[in-house]
């Protein structure tokens, strides 16, 4: 299979999950050139992620190892915790700033390395996390831990607080985010925010979280 056939068959397998319709994703042309290959210190834990998938999501892992040297990973540049920063990255599959350009949301990874906390954060946008790879404990609004796991969907409503912790497996996600691409997350403890506040209003697309 070519490199814009494991593309396409990807997506077209991760919007059937997320249950969309959208032509933009299920007709895909080529692949953003500008987004050239990026990795950050998390994604030595992908081939671990991969290789531990769940199986609805195992079809779709097994075409991400063939592209994963051509994934760009990125992070929110708001965060600054350099522990977490080491164990953290996400990488935008399609949306404003994807491999796959589109206007209207955005769909891609999410990848924690075990042993790492993702602390309490919100954004505007509406999101939705499918477990694909990786036991992890997860957190909303004032909920209690809940322990999640591949195949597992889970739900944040705009504006709502969410946090996820790791144990002994590195955590893959997909993730869906809509309507306000262009506000980027922000975490809600002061501390942990550091120096570099959050504008709301910055266009600075962070999905992930
Ligand atoms: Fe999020």
Redesign the pocket.
């Known amino acids: 299979m070519s490199i814009q056939d494991d593309w396409a068959v990807a997506l077209i397998k991760l919007a059937d999950l997320f249950g969309l319709t959208e032509p933009g994703i299920r007709h895909v042309g080529m692949v953003d050139a500008r987004c050239r290959p990026r990795v950050l210190a998390a994604v030595q834990h992908l081939p671990m992620a991969l290789d531990r998938a769940g199986p609805i999501a195992q079809p779709i892992c097994e075409i991400l190892l063939r592209l994963q040297h051509l994934l760009h990973w990125s992070q929110n540049p708001n965060y600054t915790d350099q522990d977490f920063l080491r164990g953290y990255a996400y990488c935008e599959l399609v949306g404003p700033h994807g491999h796959i350009q589109h206007r209207e949301l955005a769909l891609g990874l999410l990848l924690l390395q075990p042993r790492i906390t993702y602390p309490e954060?919100?954004?505007p946008?509406k999101?939705t996390?499918l477990v694909l790879s990786g036991h992890a404990q997860w957190k909303q609004g004032d909920g209690r831990w809940r322990a999640r796991g591949p195949g597992d969907l889970i739900t944040?409503a705009s504006a709502e607080s969410?946090a996820m912790r790791t144990k002994t497996e590195p955590l893959l996600a997909a993730?869906l985010?809509q309507d306000h691409l262009d506000v980027s997350?922000q975490l809600l403890n002061p501390v942990l925010r550091g120096t570099r506040g959050i504008s709301p209003t910055r266009k600075n697309h962070d999905?992930?979280?």
Request: net charge negative.
């Open positions: 954060h919100a954004h946008a999101e996390y944040h969410h993730y985010w997350a999905p992930a979280q």
